[in-house]
T-cell receptor, first 113, second 117 residues
Framework: KQEVTQIPAALSVPEGENLVLNCSFT??????LQWFRQDPGKGLTSLLL?????REQTSGRLNASLDKSSGRSTLYIAASQPGDSATYLC????????????FGSGTKLNVKP | SAVISQKPSRDICQRGTSLTIQCQVD?????MFWYRQQPGQSLTLIAT?????????ESGFVIDKFPISRPNLTFSTLTVSNMSPEDSSIYLC??????????????FGSGTQLSVL
């Protein structure tokens, strides 16, 4: 059974702090992993995609890494801002079904001014 | 990338009525999906919308309750039929873009927040 776990479920930090969000998965046949941001009551915004052959991706203050052997991905946010407050979800699809995405339940981040 | 327009953004409906949600993608995509996100939960796949044929439903979801149309490669609708308060959720349209794995990426519409009284 494919499971995606995101810990912690909620996180509150002061503005300016660097932080790491975690995503763990049990599927050894993971192919691509994607990180999303979701604002309350809204859809998901794609942040970073890590392809199967890559170990990390960077976009601005965000850096995502993927370690398939240990079943972990991390999203690093540098110099956090109140505008970063949202729920962050990770999702992957496996190499046996490119149309089946498995989602974590998210980490709700609050960055305090 | 793809821009997905979804409407309505929110609605409050009476028990027993139906609501149709529309999803428009700004480019042709191979795969479109409909998800449900119940309060405080992660996403659950309802069905894959297939162009020109019947949608493929996940376990626990049936066509009579959630009929889906996909007349072309850029447009799809999801209807939530005979609604009850348990159907109150965020409904999300998504599409997968890219020529082939591993370059494929999932994009989402802005969601429809549905409340059933």
């Amino acid at each position: 059974k494919q499971e995606v776990t995101q810990i912690p479920a909620a996180l509150s930090v002061p503005e300016g702090e660097n932080l790491v969000l975690n995503c763990s998965f049990t599927d050894s046949a993971i192919y691509n992993l994607q990180w999303f941001r979701q604002d309350p009551g809204k859809g998901l915004t794609s942040l970073l995609l890590i392809q199967s052959s890559q170990r990390e991706q960077t976009s601005g203050r965000l850096n995502a890494s993927l370690d398939k052997s240990s079943g972990r991905s991390t999203l690093y946010i540098a110099a956090s801002q109140p505008g970063d407050s949202a729920t962050y979800l990770c999702a992957y699809f496996g190499k046996y079904n490119f149309n089946k995405f498995y989602f974590g339940s998210g980490t709700k981040l609050n960055v305090k001014p | 990338s793809a821009v997905i327009s979804q409407k309505p953004s929110r609605d409050i409906c009476q028990r027993g009525t139906s609501l149709t949600i529309q999803c428009q993608v700004d480019s042709q995509v191979t795969m479109m999906f409909w998800y449900r996100q119940q309060p405080g939960q992660s996403l659950t796949l309802i069905a894959t919308a297939n162009q020109g044929s019947e949608a493929t439903y996940e376990s626990g979801f049936v066509i009579d309750k959630f009929p889906i149309s996909r007349p072309n490669l850029t447009f799809s609708t999801l209807t939530v039929s005979n609604m009850s308060p348990e159907d109150s959720s965020i409904y999300l349209c998504s599409a997968k873009t890219g020529n082939r794995a591993p370059h494929e990426k999932l994009f989402f519409g802005s969601g429809t927040q549905l409340s059933v009284l």
